[in-house]
């Protein structure tokens, strides 16, 4: 599966933004898709996944009740809504996919569940 992210960008404090990931390749195999972020001198750490059929989410507790994860099955594209913006969500975001996941449910937050990553996206946010 190839990935394409889309939608970064500069906004105040308070903002929002709206990310997109085109998924192309062997898609009907998709078990999850995922966002996650790198901070600068951070690691990269998870934002939030979706179960591509199923629809069930997730969230960090840092992000919750103000990204909303979703997802087109028809594009095959998976979109992170970003609401009350903080300066400490800048990063560049990655979205991620897993097919045919060998991986339990306990470890769909971590970076080892995804076998497919797109180019990431810059998300600054100024205070």
């Known amino acids: 599966v190839q990935l394409q992210a889309s939608g970064g960008g500069l906004v105040q404090a308070g903002g929002s933004l709206s990310l997109s990931c085109a998924a192309s390749?062997?898609?009907?195999?998709?078990?999850?898709m995922g966002w996650f972020r790198q901070a600068p001198g951070k690691e990269r750490e998870f934002v939030a996944y979706?179960?591509?059929?199923?629809?069930?989410?997730s969230y960090a507790d840092s992000v919750k009740g103000r990204f909303t994860i979703s997802r087109d099955k028809v594009k095959n594209t998976v979109y992170l809504q970003m609401n009350s913006l903080k300066p400490e969500d800048t990063g560049v975001y990655f979205c991620?996919?897993?097919?045919?996941?060998?991986?339990?449910?306990?470890?769909?937050?971590?970076?080892?569940?995804?076998?497919?990553w797109g180019q990431g996206t810059q998300v600054t946010v100024s205070s």
């Open positions: 390749g062997r898609t009907f195999r998709t078990h999850r």
């Open positions: 979706i179960i591509w059929n199923g629809g069930s989410t």
């Open positions: 991620a996919a897993d097919v045919d996941t060998r991986y339990i449910s306990l470890y769909y937050t971590q970076e080892r569940a995804y076998d497919s």
